[in-house]
């Protein structure tokens, strides 16, 4: 099935190559038009909200820079979208963004993660947190960078992922996705994509939104109430927003493991609060802002064994968050401009785990993130084919993670200081007046960003090439590298522990084996636990595309393109296996380390344990030594390897695919109707650790489908639109070791919405600027394929449980 589909979908992204000249793509204006690019850089930021003195982010630095003159794809989701889908939230919406996939760090199923789940490291500490994240192609989410209206946003306790989970709906104005490599322009972790999300200021009025919603198997219920309002004077504005979600949980049914009966609270309990506000004022040529956000969010889960309710477990989270974005922004001539902005974000977070007649299991953490940038752009000379574009900055920022889970840390946390420079050119190199054959215009960009980490540098350029061809058919193309930090539970997180015993290594000389062991098997001293020598992560992006516009079908847009990454130095985690018996491995391993290396481990202060399970000592029983004191000299002396399983920058993590977005909007039946189509298809994803054969992380229990597809169809008229949400998840294996190989069947589910424009369908003087909108999310009740003998009976990672949900969310603006 994937292969047909993916088959179709190369034929249709190549429909446009014989397609003749038509209306040019715009954004606002004609993008190539003759004007001049920096005069169209102010006109740009003044149609999308110069108000708000804001960056719209599109994958550059250059303020207002048309998407049409920039090679990186985008991705857009608008506010529409979300409540089209039936989604309450971010982080339900999330999922069905084909490019996403949020297995790490879903929501869903996050109390499953003590019991099996092989989802990633995140998902232990998110048992407790609770956040979603975005991971973009199918790589962990500490690849994918967030950013809130262009900037950068704060962790949320120990999975160190943005809190998107706690914007509201009614706040986002569009989620903006560039599935590129672009450290070189946002910095670290931007190696699968940027995420951006840019919400909504209103300048004038108030908006008032209600969303209810209930399941109709479990009776699972959501509240959501919104006010929105703004005010604007001749220089400046004000805008504030108040909300409250009320979710109950979702609890699916029982499932059989190993025959003992479990019962998971798939979606947790929640309770979400906050307040977000924002001044603008203006003064002469300058531009100041404020704007500042509140949340608290509770929540509650549980894991249920139905056999042995004393293992009953309950799991309470509270976290609460301030954040304050300011800034300070100089309009000079043309597209001369200059932008300080300084963000300081805390998040704080209590979570507790408790058991039946036991004290319950706490811990504290708080995240403080802490920016500094000045930025500046300027046109630097004119071309034939119009001016340059520069761009460039310098930014500070401070990263701080404190928690007394002292278990995972013992130092209670760090904090990571970075200083960058970076910078940006945009050059036009043909131009539509030159009238160049085949070649409306060229541009090419160039970018670069260095970093210093303190305990390691990044050096980041990025190339790209958009070439138009004609009005109805461009190429894109660009190669990126980018970068990504180790998180601060890598590097001080999970307390060293030392641990000895015989195993059989592969590299031991013959000339040192002990005559008491038998041959090949040495004694060898495992060490476990966070590494704080690890570096940045590298990786290679690549892109390729064409955007098409053909002639013969107007108001139709097709995007598709390649990509490929490969990160070198991934940080992972060596099994004590291959430690044994891979080559490549060696590198981190001492052989024959002599007493004093031995002791240096043992010494060292963050090591919490210390245990042995060798013959001679307490006759072969597993052994705690409370000290390194109490460890016996006999047994150091005997050390012939010191194995090192720590996280080490050891691993390559490669991917490439193929991405589609069509759009086609036009009028049908004395309306006007819409259909959306994206997917992304991916051919390879592999995780290859030191010199051992590459692992394929796609198509498996916990991995990526390989075909994922969202598609919309809408029609609207006179004041009423109806249409349909459709996402598809292609099938995989069920590829556990140890069990039965299974083929899992795709999944498609389908919503169902009505749009009322009730101010156009009535007279009522009370209903003047209402709106309602009624969906019915998975219509047809589909269930997630079964896994056999998984924890949670579904993959979490692919097929969350969508229970059919019918939802009316009342809009009134005044």
Known sequence: MSKLVFRALSALSLVGAC????????????????????????????????????????GSLIRGLPREYVASPVYTHDRMDMVRSGSGAVSEYMLTIPQNFTGDLSEFATTGAGIGSPLGDATSFNQFDGFAGFALRGLASDATLTLLNGRRMPSVGLTEAPTVSVIPAMLIERIDIIPDGASATYGADAVAGVVNIVTRRPSEGVEMQVRGAIATQTGKADLQASLLAGHSWGSGSVYGMAMYQK???????????????????????????????????????????????????????????????????????????????????WQGQGATALDLTVDYHRTHTDSSSSRVGRPPSTRESTNRLFVAELRGQTELMPLPGGPVLAAGGLQYREETLRTDATIFFNRSGGTRKVKSIFGELNVPVVGPEQAVPLMRSLTLSAAARYED?????????????????????????????SFLVPRFRSTIGIAEQVSFGLYDYRFLDPKYQDPALAPGQALVMFRAGANPDLKTQNADTFTLGMDLTPAFAPGLTIKAGYYRIRISGRVGTPSPDD????????????????????????????????????????????????????????????????????????????????????????????GSAMVKLSGQYILNLSLKAGGSTAISRLDGYAKPADLRLNGTIAWARGGVSIGSVINYIDGFTDDRPGRPVRSIGSFTTASLFLGLDLGRLTSARWLKDSEAQIVVANLFDRQPPRIVDGVLGYDPYNNPPNPRTIGLVLTRRF
């Open 247 to 329: 979710r109950s949980p979702f609890v699916g049914d029982p499932v059989d493991v190993a025959g003992e009966g479990l019962q998971i609270t798939q979606l947790p309990d929640e309770r979400l609060t906050g307040l977000y506000g924002g001044v603008r004022q203006e003064a002469g040529d300058f531009t100041f802002s404020v704007d500042a956000s509140r949340f608290q969010r509770d929540r509650s889960s549980r894991q249920l064994y139905l056999d042995e309710p004393a293992y009953n477990r309950l799991f309470r989270t509270r976290t609460t968050g301030v954040s304050i974005y300011g800034g300070a922004h």
């Open 453 to 481: 980490l303190r305990f390691d540098t990044a050096l980041s350029p990025k190339l790209g090439l958009r070439w138009q061809i004609d009005r109805a058919i461009a190429l894109r193309g660009t190669f990126a590298r």
């Open 19 to 58: 397609a003749v000249p038509a209306a040019a793509q715009q954004a606002a204006g004609d993008p190539a038009g003759e004007n001049g690019a920096g005069r169209r850089a102010g006109e740009e930021a003044d149609a999308r909200g110069a108000d708000s003195g804001d960056i719209v982010v599109t």
């Open 579 to 670: 430690s044994l018996s891979v080559q490549d491995l060696q590198i981190f391993n001492i052989a024959q380390p002599g007493l004093n290396a031995v002791r240096e481990v043992l010494d060292n202060p963050d090591v919490f344990r210390r245990f042995a399970e060798v013959p001679w000592v307490n006759g072969g029983e597993l052994t705690m030594f409370d000290s390194a004191g109490q460890v016996p000299a006999d047994l150091l002396s005997r050390v012939q390897l010191i194995a090192d399983i720590r996280a080490q920058n050891f691993a390559v993590e490669a991917t490439d695919g193929i991405d589609l977005d069509l759009a086609w909007r036009g009028p049908l039946l004395g």
